[in-house]
């Protein structure tokens, strides 16, 4: 199965831009890349997900390389509300479409 | 909108002992999943099905049984406990073709 990399930590302060970037050398072709968050005490919350193209939500702005091979994702006016541990994940395109997790970032945001 | 519950929110057992996790989903959802989540590490499959009845497993899945009677239930059986083990057990749902999973708040287990 394909890993991501991601870094351990990162901090910010509110009312900045985050860019969490991740890294997925050996992704599939039907691979899809998923974000999610996670804050203490409860299971990861969805943010957004993409195969190829740029994605954009309420939540943020997912930026996927050409090659495929990294993703960021871009967090606008961050909050104290956005800290938590952003996991960047592969959809396993076979039986049962498994989320494969990598161990995260975890995000601190201050006043 | 829906939700999905998982019982007990903490469990602590004793070593040897076999314990069973409940997860319910009211989102008609097909496929279910547990995935363990132990500290500084992601989360790890433990166990998945694709439909009612249907049981496959993930990468740790020795150690564990599941049970997927009804659509909308998924167990996990931890069949012996290890001392000191702890863990936080989460199960998820998705929709056959859906893109969104949708976690549980977790189980936190403590063996002593």
């Known amino acids: 199965d394909a890993k991501t990399t991601q870094p351990d930590s990162m901090e910010s302060t509110e009312g900045e831009t985050v860019h969490l970037p991740c890294s997925h050398a050996?992704?599939?072709?039907?691979?899809?890349i998923y974000w999610y968050r996670q804050v203490p005490l409860q299971g990861p919350e969805y943010v957004t997900h993409?195969?190829?193209q740029n994605t954009t939500n309420s939540m943020a702005f997912l930026a996927i390389a050409s090659d495929r091979k990294s993703s960021t994702l871009i967090l606008t006016h961050v909050s104290l509300r956005d800290a938590a541990v952003y996991h960047c994940?592969?959809?396993?395109?076979?039986?049962?479409?498994?989320?494969?997790f990598g161990t995260g970032t975890l995000l601190s945001v201050k006043p | 909108g829906g939700i999905i519950t998982q019982t007990p929110k903490f469990l602590i057992g004793q070593e040897g002992q076999k314990l069973t996790l409940k997860c319910q989903q009211n989102?008609?959802?097909?496929?279910m999943y547990w995935y363990r989540q132990d500290s500084g590490k992601g989360l790890r499959l433990i166990y998945y099905?694709?439909?009612?009845?249907?049981?496959q497993k993930g990468d740790l899945s020795e150690g564990y049984d599941a049970s997927r009677e009804k659509k909308s239930s998924f167990s996990l059986t931890v069949t012996s406990a290890q001392k000191n083990e702890m863990a936080v057990f989460l199960c998820?749902?998705?929709?056959?073709?859906?893109?969104?999973?949708?976690f549980g708040s977790g189980t936190r287990l403590l063996v002593i």
């Open positions: 998820a749902s998705r929709t056959g073709g859906g893109s969104d999973y949708t």
């Open positions: 993409g195969l190829q």
């Open positions: 099905s694709i439909t009612e009845n249907d049981l």
């Open positions: 989102f008609n959802h097909d496929t």
């Open positions: 994940i592969l959809r396993d395109g076979g039986s049962g479409n498994k989320l494969i």
């Open positions: 050996t992704i599939s072709g039907n691979e899809y």
